[in-house]
């Protein structure tokens, strides 16, 4: 079983919709979550930084842990095409055998449409 | 703030040859890590470097990969001999702090290498 499952999709909706993106996990020592967002060809940029369970937002974009569940969310308001991208999630731990290692999720391409 | 700039942007090769790929990190950024990533896969940690010593290579293929951060700087990652299994894209990313836990990761774009 992986740590970190994520569905690939591929995800499309017109432009204005909400988006909903989201990760499960199965190790509990995981204390830390982010969301990278993935331009073709491109490196993963940081979008969402969150600690613990709860909401973050910012601007369009809404951050959601819940630890009892292992389940993480980003949701996002009002897509646009410039949304259109893969989005990876990525989850840490502090450990002695891992660090504070990133483990990321598959990533899910999504598409927006004019 | 000039990005990771990493070289070269493509690579062919067949297998059981070497490559060499370089990272220049983002001025004073103390860590720097690279990673692999497959085809529909997220990034995968090949290494961490803290300055010039290493801090996590619990994941690198130490029979065929190796890397080197010379001065705390720049970083160069070696596959030899390279394997069909090898195609993937490299990418090299650097942080302030040492952990990805609570200092952003700035990635570059990353080498794809292919192995025919």
């Known amino acids: 079983q992986k740590e970190v499952e994520q569905d690939p999709g591929p995800l499309s909706v017109p432009e204005g919709a909400i988006v909903s993106l989201n990760c499960t996990y199965s190790?509990?020592?995981?204390?830390?979550f982010m969301w990278y967002r993935q331009y073709s060809r491109k490196g993963p940029e940081l979008l969402m930084y969150?600690?613990?369970?709860g909401n973050k937002e910012d601007g369009r974009f809404t951050a959601q842990v819940d630890k009892s569940s292992k389940y993480i969310s980003l949701f996002i308001r009002d897509s646009q095409p410039s949304d259109s991208a893969t989005y990876l999630c990525?989850?840490?731990?502090?450990?002695?055998?891992?660090?504070?290692?990133?483990?990321f999720g598959e990533g899910t391409q999504l598409t927006v449409n004019p | 703030e000039a990005g990771v700039a990493q070289s070269p942007r493509y690579k062919i090769i067949e297998k059981r040859q070497s490559v060499a790929f370089w990272c220049n990190p983002i001025?004073?950024?103390?860590?720097l890590y690279w990673y692999q990533q497959i085809l529909g896969q997220g990034p995968k940690l090949l290494i961490q470097?803290?300055?010039?010593?290493?801090?996590?290579d619990s994941q690198l293929p130490k029979d065929r990969f190796s890397a080197e951060r010379l001065k705390g700087v720049d970083s160069t990652l070696k596959i030899q001999p390279a394997k069909l299994e090898d195609s993937a894209v490299y990418l090299c990313?650097?942080?302030?702090?040492?952990?990805?836990?609570?200092?952003?990761?700035?990635f570059g774009n990353g080498t794809r290498l292919t192995v025919t």
């Open positions: 190790n509990s020592a995981f204390q830390y």
């Open positions: 990525a989850m840490s731990a502090l450990s002695v055998t891992s660090g504070s290692r990133l483990t």
């Open positions: 470097f803290q300055n010039n010593g290493v801090v996590d």
């Open positions: 990313a650097s942080s302030l702090g040492q952990g990805a836990y609570n200092s952003p990761l700035h």
């Open positions: 001025s004073g950024h103390a860590t």
């Open positions: 969150t600690y613990s369970s």
